[in-house]
């Protein structure tokens, strides 16, 4: 728990740092950063709106577009491996690698507070740079039912997804898909059920998480928030650990908290801080 609170205080001394001398340019991840703000955490969950509204306001409707450039910027540990999102998604998979010499850790679920803190994201990039160690087999599996987008950022069309394997519609090995040039496996959602959180708490659900478990090196497990939803405390159940991501300026302590609370903070395997002003006006991720 301290590291979650040193965490969040590096990057609140590190947002201060660059508040001194920061410029206006564009973020790793294709959107212009914003000017650092004077407090971690703003505002109440209710006053909450979504990064595309929030900078849309700031720079105006022409400046955010949500278009097919997503999937270059979800995959930016792909596209930019030299960059400083890429290198803090790789100290990330070398903190899991160690933990895995104490104890196994195949199953790694990803999940963050509340909406739209950058889940997905994260999910797709620790998987791709999992996937770049020589010799791995990963595999990501889209767990967000109800607001799939794994499939979407990495420009999948699946013919089958998650619903159909947990319905015994299809086999799991029809369902998933390969990545080209990446040891990277992807099962997607395809089709959304009407009972996402049944499934997933299901005895099939347990039966799919321990085989592939058994057949993969590491598998990812994206999640919607841990806040409101039964959905991602019930995949980290079956996990041997958790990353949790917290997104800079928009998730709240007591938010934090309760999401450490719901998927068990003993499972915590490290902190993606999203979003944080760390150097010179660029967006980056910490673990
Ligand atoms: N560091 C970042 N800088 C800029 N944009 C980001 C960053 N991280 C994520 N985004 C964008 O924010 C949006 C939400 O990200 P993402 O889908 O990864 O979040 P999520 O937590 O999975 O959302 P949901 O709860 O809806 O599943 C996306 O448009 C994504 O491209
Ligand atoms: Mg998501």
Redesign the pocket.
Known sequence: MAKVYDALQRAERERKRAASDVMPSV?????PAAPPKARAKLRPAKAKR???ARLRDRLGRQSVV?TSA?VN??RISVLQPDSY?AEQFRALRGRIDALAEQRPIRTVVVS?P???????????NLACVTAMSVGRRVLLIDC?MR?P?VHQ?LGLRPEAGLAEVLAGKVAFEDAVITIEGMNLDVLAVRSRPSNPSELLGSPRMRELVEKVAGSYDRVIL?T??ALGLPDAKAVSELADGVVV?V?ADVTSQQDLEAALEALDRRRLLGLVL??AHVDHGR???TS
């Open positions: 973020a790793p991840l294709d959107v979504s990064l595309v949500d997503e910027k979800r999102v963050s509340m909406a739209g803190e950058g889940k997905t994201t994260a999910s797709i967000d607001k987008k950022a994206d919607p928030a991501v997104r999203n979003g967006y980056g991720y």
